[in-house]
């Protein structure tokens, strides 16, 4: 049987390679002797986004650019040897495939993709489920076309509650599930096989994907409370570096040393959700500082586990040890698990 992966497979972006990863593995494990690959398809608007060089209408802007070359460069091909070494990709071929699963991570998000229905299944005609889709608050449900794909699904599985919500309101479905990432399938032994021992100890990890304009200045006050140094992982070094000089500014990270960085540090500080998700996977204290767009992802993720008050807006004096999130987290990953045993079974009478 051969079975196939749609997502963001050649983003540039920790979270997306991982979660392809943990899912390429999970299935590996589901489907002993499945032929289990990545489709190599690349959406437009994605690729675009990563691109080294973009003409900017201001000159000033392209200057900039071109000063950041080397560092995007050497990023580009750390990224590129994990997909070579982790990711098994084959060729756009969907007639060869007998069940795509769509997801995980944004695939959804209309905003991302530019309305690309072929993550939701257009032009594929085998079984279509989807493990842990989401749009982080945007897909348009006003277009009859994503109703009647989404009707096609012969199984929906979405990331957040909010999302299969929305879905199960837009077909009518009452078979809608909601399932944790799936970097959580994956033990924490799991990933420490791939991450990378950091040189440094005793540090805070500090990780921003969403903007919060108080970002560093939080960061900079926690370092100040616990006498630790901070490592801030960033894709690109920028003047930042110059005006926060508390914190070793780091780019060029790969991601088995993104995943030491975090598996190791005393506190982790973030506004990504991947960043929070292997915080709780390495059981990591964390803060996650208070975003304005597609939080919802993250309220879910940690409402689940039950530690939304690891959502702040400032970090205090104060910073406290989180507990008993392990058991919450451990009966999310295992429902996670149930439902996707259910659809491999579903795939294998099919």
């Not at 983003?11 to 899912?23: E, S, T, W």
């Not at 006003?142 to 096609?152: A, G, I, N, S």
């Amino acid at each position: 049987m051969k079975i196939g992966i749609l997502t963001f497979h050649n983003a540039d972006n920790y979270g997306a390679v991982l979660q392809c990863y943990a899912l390429q593995e999970v299935l590996k494990r589901k489907f002993p002797n499945g032929d289990i690959s990545v489709i190599d398809y690349r959406n437009g608007r994605i690729e675009k986004s990563y691109k080294i060089i973009q003409l900017r209408k201001k000159t000033i802007s392209n200057i900039i650019q071109f000063i950041y070359i080397p560092s995007l460069l050497k990023e580009r091909r750390l990224f590129r040897s994990f997909r070579r070494r982790f990711i098994n990709v084959s060729p756009v071929s969907y007639s060869e495939y007998d069940v795509i699963f769509y997801g995980s991570d944004q695939i959804w998000n209309f905003e991302i993709t530019g309305s690309d229905l072929l993550y939701l299944g257009k032009d594929f005609n085998g079984i279509k489920i989807s493990y842990a889709a989401s749009d982080g608050g945007q897909i348009s449900d006003d277009r009859t076309e994503v109703k009647d794909l989404l009707l096609k699904f012969d199984k929906i599985s979405c990331r957040e509650k909010s999302l299969a919500k929305k879905v199960t309101a837009l077909t009518a479905r009452h078979d809608i599930k909601t399932v944790c990432d799936p970097v959580f399938l994956l033990s924490k032994t799991d990933w420490m096989k791939i991450a990378i021992l950091p040189k440094e100890q005793n540090y805070i990890l500090a990780y921003k994907m969403s903007e919060n304009p108080d970002f560093d200045r939080e960061v900079e006050k926690a370092s100040q409370y616990l006498g630790k140094p901070v490592i801030q992982i960033v894709y690109q070094k920028s003047v930042r570096k110059f005006f926060y000089k508390k914190q070793n500014i780091v780019a060029g990270v790969s991601v088995g040393q993104f995943l030491g960085y975090l598996a190791y540090a005393d506190l982790v500080i973030t506004t990504s959700f991947h960043g929070t998700a292997f915080s709780l996977i390495f059981e990591r204290p964390f803060y996650v500082l208070k975003i304005k767009k597609r939080s919802e992802r993250i309220i879910d993720l940690i409402s689940s586990v039950g530690c939304i008050d690891r959502y702040v807006e400032n970090i205090s004096e104060k910073i406290e040890k989180i507990d008993s999130v392990q058991s919450l987290l451990q009966e999310y990953i295992n429902s996670s698990d149930i439902i996707l045993d259910e659809y491999v079974k579903f795939v294998s009478k099919g």
